[in-house]
T-cell receptor, first 112, second 114 residues
Framework: DAGVIQSPRHEVTEMGQEVTLRCKPI?????LFWYRQTMMRGLELLIY????????DSGMPEDRFSAKMPNASFSTLKIQPSEPRDSAVYFC??????????FGPGTRLTVT | AQSVTQLGSHVSVSEGALVLLRCNYS??????LFWYVQYPNQGLQLLLK????ATLVKGINGFEAEFKKSETSFHLTKPSAHMSDAAEYFC????????????WGAGTKLIIKP
């Protein structure tokens, strides 16, 4: 298996632009998680899905953030409009058991 | 509510020395406990897990951890550090109250001195 695939690996954008991060989970995994990692705040769970349904989005910072999972093999995290404080590494993880998570390589987002 | 405390944001050891990374947790129900490792510029990967079987758990790369209920601890050890062990290590707890989602510690960066 190729593991969790994230794209792009790096994204540099200007403040106010829309950013879309993409994730392909491991086939057969029915949990999908989006995390954000920064030096200041560490690792934060933003949202997770079970069987394509959002279960807990309490970690989503504000309405500028949205996540979708239209099918079992694809999810997006969108930020619109982006702000410099959104600069972070965004990880997607998937699992068949909630606590045994397999992480993707991350997307490093820089908002200038 | 569950929580995880990792003592020391940075731990420095010499190559060949004992590695000890500390983790304490709080949970009102029997927990599952985990250590994940993050190498530079990579995602996290599962190092080892305790899910109510043997209290001494062995993981990859020679690491092990012992669940001590009386001390609410799950410290990570390795007898002899290698340069390749330099990474950030995250302790996490999961239980019925969290719907078995992971509650993460803040992480400990392990530095290996040559």
């Amino acid at each position: 298996d190729a593991g969790v695939i994230q794209s792009p690996r790096h994204e540099v954008t200007e403040m106010g632009q829309e950013v879309t991060l993409r994730c392909k989970p491991i086939s057969g995994h029915d949990y999908l998680f989006w995390y954000r990692q920064t030096m200041m705040r560490g690792l934060e769970l933003l949202i997770y899905f079970n069987n394509n349904v959002p279960i807990d989005d309490s970690g989503m910072p504000e309405d500028r953030f949205s996540a979708k999972m239209p099918n079992a093999s694809f999810s997006t995290l969108k930020i619109q409009p982006s702000e410099p404080r959104d600069s972070a590494v965004y990880f997607c993880a998937s699992s068949s058991i909630p606590y045994e998570q397999y992480f993707g390589p991350g997307t490093r987002l820089t908002v200038t | 509510a569950q929580s995880v405390t990792q003592l020391g944001s940075h731990v420095s050891v010499s190559e060949g020395a004992l590695v000890l990374l500390r983790c304490n947790y709080s949970s009102s129900v029997p927990p599952y406990l985990f250590w994940y490792v993050q190498y530079p510029n990579q995602g996290l990967q599962l190092l080892l897990k305790y899910t109510s079987a043997a209290t001494l758990v062995k993981g990859i790369n020679g690491f092990e951890a012992e669940f001590k209920k009386s001390e609410t601890s799950f410290h990570l050890t390795k007898p002899s550090a290698h340069m390749s062990d330099a990474a950030e290590y995250f302790c996490a707890v999961s239980d019925r109250e969290s719907n078995y989602q992971l509650i993460w510690g803040a992480g400990t960066k392990l530095i290996i001195k040559p």
